[in-house]
């Protein structure tokens, strides 16, 4: 089985900073792509930010700038650091990830989602 964790959300004021975390764990043979997404109240679920195993990085327009994803491999993690929130960036967060299994198999993997709260 393999998990995903997030961590970091809460209320913060607009012009604030939050950093979220998501570390994968189980039976995992490797990571490849992992994800930040996020789900506003009454609206689809969109993407935030993602991070390629090598590094390369790819973000939503409404984030550049502001937002910056890192991953550290050899912890399973995927950190999206926030800056200069607006309430327009209140949401519950969701990381995924691709992952494959021990057992070789590959899927997608997301977290529980993490609140994140703006306020003006």
């Known amino acids: 089985q393999v998990q995903l964790v997030e961590s970091g959300g809460g209320l913060v004021q607009a012009g604030g900073s939050l950093r979220l975390s998501c570390t994968a764990s189980?039976?995992?043979?490797?990571?490849?792509?992992m994800g930040w997404y996020r789900q506003a109240t009454g609206k689809e679920r969109e993407l935030v930010a993602r991070?390629?195993?090598?590094?390369?990085?790819n973000y939503a327009d409404f984030v550049k700038g502001r937002f910056t994803i890192s991953r550290d491999n050899a912890k399973n993690t995927v950190y999206l650091q926030m800056n200069s929130l607006n309430p327009e960036d209140t949401a519950d967060y969701y990381c995924?990830?691709?992952?494959?299994?021990?057992?070789?198999?590959?899927?997608?993997?997301w977290g529980q989602g993490t609140q994140v709260t703006v306020s003006s």
């Open positions: 995924n990830a691709n992952i494959r299994t021990i057992a070789r198999s590959m899927s997608i993997y």
């Open positions: 189980g039976s995992i043979f490797s990571i490849n792509e």
């Open positions: 991070i390629l195993s090598g590094g390369g990085t």
